[in-house]
């Protein structure tokens, strides 16, 4: 079920840089002048499917949206995650005769804020300053993309799966600024992102825990400090 809803917590938006250095009288402005919509996606439901045009900017204010593939067998690849705060759709808004490359869905249920880039540039549209500042704002997350593109690749090209594993909890870690946190894929999910499959991602994750480098209870994870480094 798709649903939407009045947006209510502008506290919400604080998690996006997208948002940076709005007070909460101006993005109520912004919003308004935006005509964004706040929408809630049970969990696999499609926000964007691939193929589509997409006109829209998207930030996450709950939940979890992947973007993915299907091979031709219906194996799922997963080529990005959007956690609370990620802006998506932005580059497919940007340029619009673009097709999505990707099929993007809500896991679990996902709360998502939505507005039209072309209104956002619009000549016509009022309060120039504050759609200024947003547009800075969104230049600096599509660099930033750029180096999550980076990360993903530095994941990928590592040629064994247990250096993936351990790239990918190190980066995790140094995401969360802990040696113990929780991340948003399940086992399947994970081994998509890692381009395995379940069972190989199982039985390296129990060789690294009994190795004594990590330990971990279904998505929460602790990486075992210098030993986990070397």
């Excluded at 673009?98 to 549209?125: G, N």
Aim: proline fraction near 3%.
């Amino acid at each position: 079920m798709l649903r939407m809803q009045p947006i209510v917590n502008l506290a919400q938006l604080t998690h996006s840089s997208l948002f940076n250095g709005f007070t909460d009288d101006e993005l109520a402005d912004l919003l308004g002048l935006l005509e964004a919509e706040q929408m809630t996606y049970n969990s696999e439901k499609t926000i964007i499917r691939e193929g589509e045009r997409n006109p829209f900017i998207f930030v996450v204010l709950n939940g979890v949206a992947v973007a993915v593939k299907y091979d031709l067998g219906g194996k799922e690849e997963i080529y990005t995650r959007m956690t609370v705060g990620s802006v998506f759709g932005d580059v497919l808004a940007v340029s619009a005769n673009s097709r999505s490359p990707v099929t993007v869905i809500a896991y679990p249920e996902a709360i998502i804020l939505k507005f039209r880039f072309e209104v956002l540039v619009s000549a016509q549209a009022r309060l120039p300053e504050l759609r200024t500042r947003l547009l800075k704002n969104l230049t600096s997350v599509l660099a930033q993309k750029f180096f999550d593109l980076q990360d993903r690749v530095n994941i990928l090209i590592r040629p064994t799966l247990r250096e993936k594993i351990i790239t990918f909890l190190y980066a995790e870690s140094k995401k969360h600024r802990n040696t113990t946190f929780n991340i948003s894929l399940n086992r399947e999910r994970m081994a998509a992102y890692l381009n395995t499959d379940r069972s190989a991602l199982s039985r390296e994750l129990s060789n690294l825990k009994k190795e004594e480098l990590i330990d971990y209870y279904k998505n929460t994870f602790k990486v075992k400090g210098d030993k986990f480094e070397r």
